[in-house]
């Protein structure tokens, strides 16, 4: 069953004018794009800086309006220019994970009160408290640590409360924007080993907007490369990656680095 779906979707932004006198111009972010992503579906969005990915991501999630075309979420339009409340079922469905955890997270509010944020934003019903313990068990972490601040923890920790956090309020979707590449390594293995385990046990419906070929690998079923713009080759993570189609797909994968063995 398809999820989200995108027609004719396209984003353009006013161009700053040089003189009073000059004729306004505007800058394409996102060309008319048609997309589709099935419940319970992983879809990696590769390509470079500037190629549309996050500015697709964010009209899929209604956090920006579109110059034409339109959203559909579990068969509703997504109108980004309503009020925010009228937009509670959309967020309701979804959860956002960052690129860097620490920016994303006020520090002058505990660890329990970040993750309950969504809980009473949303008028979410039920016992926060206890909701905000089970998930912090769920990622990995005490329940006991719901009263430390940000700075308290490492940045997987806090990489792991921020996923707490999207997650929270029992969303069908979640994003991820960039969520590993401020982290090392080691915690982006842990990480990555955390969302896999959330897909398999919620069913979750998952976007993964990385440079990172090897994650997309790791944690996408389809994937979608983009550049200037537009979708330009999508398919299964495994045709995608071994077999590509697009010269542009091909420059993407042989600028992996790699090391060589004497």
Same mark, same amino acid.
């Given at each position: 069953m398809t999820l989200i779906r995108a027609e004719g979707l396209s984003r353009r932004f006013p161009v700053p004018k040089r003189h009073v006198f000059e004729k306004q111009h505007q800058s394409t972010a996102l060309e008319p794009t048609d997309l589709e992503i099935a419940e319970g579906e992983s879809l990696g969005l590769i390509g470079e800086s500037g190629s549309g990915k996050s500015t697709l991501v964010r009209l899929l999630l209604g956090l920006d309006r579109?110059?034409?075309?339109?959203?559909?979420?579990?068969?509703?339009?997504?109108?980004?220019?309503?009020?925010?409340?009228?937009? #509670?079922?959309?967020?309701?469905?979804?959860? +956002?994970?960052?690129?860097?955890?620490y920016a994303s997270l006020d520090p002058r509010m505990t660890a329990g009160q970040i993750i309950a944020e969504p809980l009473w934003a949303l008028d979410v019903p039920g016992d926060h408290g206890a909701r905000v313990r089970d998930v912090l068990v769920q990622v990995g972490l005490d329940a006991d640590m719901a009263d430390r601040h940000p700075h308290e923890f490492s940045g997987g920790q806090r990489q792991r409360i921020a996923i707490a956090r999207a997650i929270a309020h029992r969303p069908r979707i979640l994003v991820g924007d960039e969520p590993m590449s401020a982290l090392d390594v080691t915690v982006r293995a842990q990480v990555l080993a955390l969302f896999?385990?959330?897909?398999? /046990?919620?069913?979750?419906?998952?976007?993964?907007?990385? #440079?990172?070929?090897? +994650?997309?690998?790791?944690?996408?079923?389809?994937?979608?490369?983009?550049?200037?713009?537009?979708?330009? /080759?999508?398919?299964?993570?495994?045709?995608?990656?071994? #077999?590509?189609? /697009?010269?542009?797909?091909?420059?993407?994968?042989?600028?992996?680095?790699?090391?060589?063995?004497?």
């Open positions: 579109p110059s034409g075309g339109r959203v559909i979420v579990d068969g509703r339009d997504v109108d980004a220019a309503a009020r925010a409340r009228s937009l #509670h079922w959309l967020r309701r469905q979804t959860g +956002l994970v960052f690129q860097d955890p896999q385990q959330l897909r398999a /046990e919620q069913g979750l419906t998952l976007i993964v907007v990385s #440079h990172d070929i090897g +994650l997309v690998q790791n944690l996408s079923d389809t994937v979608a490369v983009m550049k200037d713009g537009r979708i330009v /080759e999508r398919g299964t993570t495994a045709a995608v990656l071994q #077999h590509p189609r /697009e010269d542009y797909t091909r420059q993407l994968l042989a600028a992996i680095p790699s090391i060589r063995r004497p």
